[in-house]
Nanobody, 121 residues
Framework: QVQLVESGGGLVQAGGSLRLSCAASGSIFSIDAMRWYRQAPGKQRELVAI???????NYVDSVKGRFTISRDNAKNTVYLQMNSLKPEDSGVYYC???????????????WGQGTQVTVSS
């Protein structure tokens, strides 16, 4: 099995910064794409940022220029550096990853349990 564990959430004032981490562990051969999603109360879960194994990144328009996704492949960890935070960035942030558990196996998608980010105005 594979586990994704997020950390780094919390309460911050508008304009502040937080850094989220998500460590993958378990039966892992390699990880392809890693993603951060968020879900605010009463809203659908949205994709915030994605980074593929080669390092290419993409972001939802609302966070471009403020958030940076990165990864450490040796540690099977993905990060989300969030700067200039706004109240509308509040929500539960979830890590998501496409994992090869053994060579030649199909990719399997996994989710973390989520970490709360609250930005006060």
């Amino acid at each position: 099995q594979v586990q994704l564990v997020e950390s780094g959430g919390g309460l911050v004032q508008a304009g502040g910064s937080l850094r989220l981490s998500c460590a993958a562990s378990g039966s892992i051969f390699s990880i392809d794409a890693m993603r951060w999603y968020r879900q605010a109360p009463g809203k659908q879960r949205e994709l915030v940022a994605i980074i593929i194994s080669g390092g290419t990144t993409n972001y939802v328009d609302s966070v471009k220029g403020r958030f940076t996704i990165s990864r450490d492949n040796a540690k099977n960890t993905v990060y989300l550096q969030m700067n200039s935070l706004k109240p509308e960035d509040s929500g539960v942030y979830y890590c998501n990853a496409d994992v090869w558990r053994v060579p030649g196996s199909p990719l399997t998608n996994y989710w973390g349990q989520g970490t709360q980010v609250t930005v006060s105005s």
